[in-house]
């Protein structure tokens, strides 16, 4: 189990400013929804706790040490990553792909353990892809892909995952499977960070919400507590129909705000 | 067939390929020899002819045949994969101009003769330099185009280099030499050659063939890669320096002997998982058997003055090349 905390975190691409003094901190047990319009600052969030995007001040953290002290592999180990929209430059199977999620694990040239097969295995079967695990990765659907990308983030077994928006190509059936998928994960104890634009998948799969608006937190907490009208018209610009009474929350957008 | 056992099967085909083609290396030429008299001088006792036809003329050219064919091909198959584009190598990137051009200012000011390790020395340090070129243009685009258009400019200016020294130069021959030396070739080189090859080339393949991993990780682009516990700035050190040493030494005694590096990697990824990584020793392998068996080819062609090795590769590689090129739009 691991915390990532970011404290007075600046970030700023290029002499772009894109987060300013972002305090937060992420804790294992439940999953933590990332929204925010586009370019509020969610993927550059994700990068910084990476260690990917150079931060100007402020810190990241985990488990209290410092991102930026840590070497490549050990923050692999301790965080597992599933950018958006990842491409692949060669045709690897599935199966060599989602292997390359143990390439934290390994020492230097020795080969796959019979406990990195069995984890390769655990990954595909989740995400539904064992099926397929012999074809080009390449020649999937846009859906199968991001199974498949999916896969081999979690095959990295690494007590923390940040998944920037893992349900973009997904089609419904998919997209509840990935968060039912990622929810059980957060249950068993990972800590597991998802940028998400769908409203309603965020209020019914996440225990908590992070807002952000310009680059700024403009909420942090339970769903109930984050998605109301006046904050959806204030950072979204939108109005939209909110039902978070029944155990099935319903968040709809109707029109741009007039 | 399990993926393992699958390239054990590979690299002993290839091992044998290449092994026939260095014997046939020191069989084939203008006065072929029978295997019989091989034996015989291999043996200790052979005649006088076919010892110095063997040992003095065709031992070096076959060795050297071996070790720039393999760097060749290893630095090909390693730029492929670190730069995820199929159409990288050592020469279409202008690396071996460049090396060329090291190798020239040496021939052209002297410098060669002042002390024997200038050659390979300014040879690589011109290789690396086109290398640090090359990343300062085009190392932050993933884009294949981007990269190879920059190859192709420094490459350009290499060879304008390379023209302006042979304009200065004060001596006519001096320059059909300097001109013919870089279309490459393996004619006439002796074991002086061998010694200073054998050492790049063993330290830049080193180099190259230690980070297929993180090649692989890099399927899935920097960030990626990085998050898979990849630090990509001692990868791209070893890789430009490897690719420097190695190509850099190959040049100095072989000249720019092209599209090795392009062709091979095409031709042993089928038989792979295709991840960099698999491509990397197989490579150096073919690049070893393609280079030895195009050197037989020159010798036993029929033509009034021996064809250059660096000519034929190119008529192989450009069609591939190209190819490749016109297949742009889903590149591998």
Redesign the interface.
């Known amino acids: 189990m691991v915390t990532i905390r970011a404290e007075a975190l600046t970030v700023s691409l290029g002499d772009q400013p894109v987060l300013h003094g972002i305090d937060a901190q992420f804790e294992p047990g439940g999953m933590i929804g990332v929204i925010g319009p586009n370019g509020a600052g969610k993927s550059t969030l994700a990068r910084a706790l990476l260690g990917l995007a150079p931060t100007q001040s402020g810190s990241v953290t985990i488990d209290g040490v410092p991102v930026a002290s840590m070497a490549r592999g050990a923050l692999a180990r301790q965080v597992a990553y599933l950018p958006q929209g990842q491409t692949l430059h060669w045709p690897l199977s599935v199966e060599r792909l989602v292997g390359l999620g143990r390439l934290p694990h390994l020492a230097p040239f020795s080969r796959l353990a019979p406990a990195d097969a069995a984890a390769i295995e655990r990954a595909m079967a989740k995400t539904d892809v064992t099926a397929f695990r012999t074809r080009a990765a390449t020649e999937l659907s846009g859906g199968e892909r991001a199974r498949v990308m999916l896969a081999r983030a979690l095959a990295v077994e690494a007590p923390a995952l940040i998944a920037d928006e893992p349900l973009a190509a997904l089609d419904p059936g998919h997209q509840i499977e990935v968060m039912e998928l990622l929810a059980a994960e957060a249950r068993a104890g990972a800590l597991i960070v998802v940028i998400l634009h769908d409203l309603t998948m965020a209020a019914r799969h996440c225990d908590r919400l992070l807002l952000l608006d310009r680059g700024r937190i403009a909420a942090d907490g339970p769903p109930a507590a984050v998605l109301d009208e006046r904050r959806l018209a204030e950072v979204y610009g939108i109005r939209a129909a909110i039902d978070l009474s029944g155990s099935k929350p319903l968040i709809v957008p109707l029109s741009r705000k007039p | 067939m399990t993926s393992s056992s699958a390239r054990t099967w590979l690299l002993l085909g290839l091992a044998l390929l290449t092994a026939a083609a260095a014997v046939g290396s020191l069989l084939l030429g203008s006065a072929p020899i029978a295997l019989g008299r091989l034996a015989a001088v291999a043996a200790g006792h052979g005649d006088r002819i076919a010892k110095v036809i063997l040992i003095d003329l065709r031992l070096p050219r076959m060795l050297l045949g071996l070790l720039v064919g393999a760097i060749l091909g290893l630095s090909g198959a390693a730029l492929q994969g670190y730069l995820?584009n199929p159409l990288a190598e050592p020469a279409v990137l202008g690396v071996s101009n460049g090396a060329g051009l090291g190798a020239v200012v040496a021939l052209y000011f002297g410098l060669a003769d002042l002390h024997p390790l200038m050659l390979p020395v300014l040879a690589i340090v011109g290789a690396l330099a086109s290398l640090g070129a090359l990343h300062l243009l085009a190392g932050r685009s993933e884009s294949p185009l981007t990269l190879v258009l920059a190859g192709i400019a420094l490459a350009s200016l290499a060879t304008a280099g390379i023209a302006l020294a042979l304009n200065l130069s004060p001596n006519p021959f001096a320059a059909m030499e300097i001109m013919t030396w870089l279309l490459g070739s393996l004619d006439d080189r002796s074991f002086h050659h061998v010694w200073i090859a054998l050492p790049c080339v063993l330290i830049g393949g080193a180099l190259l063939l230690a980070d297929g991993?993180a090649l692989?990780?890099?399927?899935?682009?920097e960030?990626?890669a990085?998050?898979?516990?990849?630090?990509l700035k001692r990868v791209r050190l070893r890789l430009l320096l490897g690719t420097a040493i190695g190509v850099g030494g190959a040049v100095a005694v072989s000249g720019a002997i092209g599209f090795v590096g392009l062709i091979v990697p095409h031709l042993v990824r089928p038989f792979t998982?295709?991840?960099?990584s698999a491509v990397l020793l197989p490579s150096a392998l073919g690049g070893a058997a393609l280079l030895t068996l195009a050197d037989i080819g020159v010798r036993v062609i029929p033509t009034t003055s021996e064809l250059k090795l660096g000519v034929v590769t190119a008529f192989l590689g450009v069609p591939v090349f190209l190819t490749y090129l016109l297949k742009e739009r889903r590149l591998?």
């Open positions: 995820r991993r692989d990780a890099l399927s899935l682009g960030e990626g990085s998050t898979l516990g990849v630090n998982d295709r991840s960099p591998w």
